[in-house]
């Protein structure tokens, strides 16, 4: 067998995945549990007032740069993080088949999501 | 087709509950699903949003009803589970070194609730200025 000497490594794209993932459940473990607070919680039990969340406001921020961007992140970030948490959970409950397959379709979901949350903000700039 | 039947190891569907490590492990990993669900609640309020005034209340009715109460605070509690085996896991995921040595574990997860603390009431307050 000879060994070439400049053998490149094939690049795996775990990389980008692993980042996303890092960076989603950051996102969830600091901001996820306040904002279910806010949303399904405060304001819907009229705990807080309903202006928190009147269409104006929330409008209003949304179709700010910073705020699209804000509520992007948000909404989105979480998804990478949770469908590859789901993706390896897939093997835990001995979902064998298609792994391939499996990986498409969850960070295809992560993404999709993120595409429709993406297109309605600019869409509403 | 292939003749080759390669062994493969039985295991019990319900191998997770058997061991506490494990139950708390597939809670963790679980948390997943509650958690995507609250995305996709507020990519569909986004929509509703894009679409007018009447939507966006309506889609804020919706969130007044005590299912989605329930279902919010069950995903209240299992974000917050994701959060403290986050936090635990930091001093691994952070292996910080100062002056040839290893900051110990409680310092960085305290650092972290501390953090978190700040950043919840930052929000509150920002959500509460109307």
């Known amino acids: 067998m000879s060994h070439s000497q400049h053998t490149e490594p094939k690049r795996s794209h775990e990389p980008i995945f692993w980042g996303l993932f890092g960076a989603g459940g950051m996102l969830t473990a600091f901001l996820t549990p306040v904002m279910v607070l806010v949303t399904g919680i405060l304001v819907p039990l009229g705990l807080m007032s309903p202006e928190a969340l009147s269409y104006e406001r929330i409008h209003d921020f949304a179709t700010t740069w910073y705020g699209a961007a804000v509520l992007f992140v948000l909404i989105a970030l979480p998804l990478w993080h949770t469908l590859h948490r789901i993706y390896h959970g897939l093997h835990d409950i001995g979902i064998h088949r298609g792994r391939d397959i499996q990986q498409v379709v969850s960070y295809g979901f992560a993404f999709a999501v993120s595409v429709f949350v993406f297109t309605l903000l600019l869409q509403m700039f | ?130």
């Open chain 2, 1 to 130: 087709m292939s003749k080759r039947k390669p062994y493969e190891r039985e295991l019990p569907t319900d191998w997770w509950l058997k061991h506490a490590f494990y139950t708390k492990y597939m809670i963790r990993e679980g948390s997943s699903i509650l958690i995507t669900l609250y995305s996709l609640i507020l990519a569909w309020g986004v929509f509703r949003l894009s679409q007018g005034p009447e939507a966006w209340q309506a889609w804020l009715d919706c969130l007044t009803h005590p299912l989605s109460i329930l279902l919010h605070l069950a995903v209240l509690v299992l974000a917050l589970y994701h959060t403290i085996t986050w936090f635990s896991l930091a001093p691994k995921a952070a292996d910080l070194w100062i002056k040839g040595k290893k900051l110990e574990d409680k310092p960085i997860v305290i650092g972290h609730y501390v953090a978190l603390a700040i950043t919840t009431i930052v929000a509150l307050i920002i959500v509460a200025a109307y």
